[in-house]
T-cell receptor, first 109, second 116 residues
Framework: KNEVEQSPQNLTAQEGEFITINCSYS?????LHWLQQHPGGGIVSLFM???GKKKHGRLIATINIQEKHSSLHITASHPRDSAVYIC???????????FGAGTILRVKS | NAGVMQNPRHLVRRRGQEARLRCSPM?????VYWYRQLPEEGLKFMVY????????ESGMPKERFSAEFPKEGPSILRIQQVVRGDSAAYFC??????????????FGQGTRLTVV
């Protein structure tokens, strides 16, 4: 079993829809990151969370430390949101990131 | 303040050649991490370096791969005698020295290595 599990693997949405991507992890962490990767592109950090909730524009990220679960929400989705969204955790006893497999999001106009 | 710079962006090597991938961390960052993304797979940790020291190389293949981060200059990921299975995107990330445990993740654009 992977230490970081994401769902769904693939997600197709219509423009304007509310989108949720989930991440569960099984290790102790010091922080959780949500990352975005466009095809053939680099990796951009969207959020770093160690507790609670963060909001940036149409993006919201939450984390429940007790449940070992995080969600990334996109409100009023747009085709330019189409990308791979990756959940990554920084383990408690090391600095390296452990990644989920990613969620491929496609938003249709 | 330039971000994490990786070069080259694309690298093509024939089987048996050497590949050298470079990573210049953000200004003021002294920690560098290398990650590999194989086709159709997720990102995997390879190695974590501080200036002149390898801190964690638990993700590095046992043979042909090496990494360094000298006192001056970029971090180098070196792959000797490349094989087709080394074709992947290699990403570098950097972080500052203080409070490195809980810092944002700053990634480079990656180097796409193709072995022909």
């Amino acid at each position: 079993k992977n230490e970081v599990e994401q769902s769904p693997q693939n997600l197709t949405a219509q423009e304007g829809e509310f989108i949720t991507i989930n991440c569960s992890y099984s290790v102790g962490i010091s922080a959780l990151h949500w990352l975005q990767q466009h095809p053939g592109g680099g990796i951009v950090s969207l959020f770093m969370l160690s507790s609670g909730k963060k909001k940036h524009g149409r993006l919201i990220a939450t984390i429940n430390i007790q449940e070992k679960h995080s969600s990334l929400h996109i409100t009023a989705s747009h085709p330019r949101d189409s990308a791979v969204y990756i959940c990554a955790v920084r383990t408690k006893y090391g600095n390296k990131l452990v990644f989920g497999a990613g969620t491929i999001l496609r938003v249709k106009s | 303040n330039a971000g994490v710079m990786q070069n080259p962006r694309h690298l093509v090597r024939r089987r048996g050649q050497e590949a050298r991938l470079r990573c210049s961390p953000m200004k003021g960052h002294s920690h560098v991490y290398w990650y590999r993304q194989l086709p159709e797979e997720g990102l995997k940790f390879m190695v974590y370096l501080q200036k002149e020291n390898i801190i964690d190389e638990s993700g590095m293949p046992k043979e042909r791969f090496s990494a360094e981060f000298p006192k001056e200059g970029p971090s180098i990921l070196r792959i000797q005698q490349v094989v087709r299975g080394d074709s992947a995107a290699y990403f570098c990330a950097s972080s500052p020295p203080i409070g490195a445990m809980n810092t944002e993740a700053f990634f480079g654009q990656g180097t796409r290595l193709t072995v022909v």
